[in-house]
């Protein structure tokens, strides 16, 4: 499956921004769909997952503020960010895979290009 993330850009703090990650390839709606970043210097860290029978879940540094959705017939999901911090600033990756461990990144066999996120303080 082939991965494409977009909508980062330059927000002010306390803004809100949506990502997309579109798929192609292969049956989506089987895959786990994670969004991970990556601040500079920084590892890759899980931010939000969703299953494919769309169950969610949450970094703590992004709970009660981002929502991540997942539209099979379009093959996209979706990252709502609101509220957003500057230490949210990182390149967003979208990722696929047959999951178990949503949190290990080893799992997501399929990654997107990434699209990068400015918050401004």
């Known amino acids: 499956v082939q991965l494409q993330a977009s909508g980062g850009g330059l927000v002010q703090a306390g803004g809100s921004l949506e990502l997309s990650c579109a798929a192609t390839?292969?049956?989506?709606?089987?895959?786990?769909i994670g969004w991970f970043r990556q601040a500079p210097g920084e590892g890759r860290e899980l931010v939000t997952s969703?299953?494919?029978?769309?169950?969610?879940y949450y970094a703590d540094s992004v709970t009660g503020r981002f929502t991540i959705s997942r539209d099979n017939a379009k093959s996209t999901v979706y990252l709502q960010m609101t509220s957003l911090k500057s230490e949210d600033t990182a390149v967003y990756f979208c990722?696929?895979?047959?999951?178990?461990?949503?949190?290990?990144?080893?799992?997501?066999?399929?990654w997107g290009q990434g699209t990068l996120v400015t918050v401004s303080s």
């Open positions: 969703i299953s494919a029978r769309g169950t969610t």
């Open positions: 990722a696929a895979g047959s999951v178990k461990n949503i949190w290990d990144k080893r799992e997501y066999h399929y």
């Open positions: 390839g292969r049956t989506f709606s089987d895959y786990a």
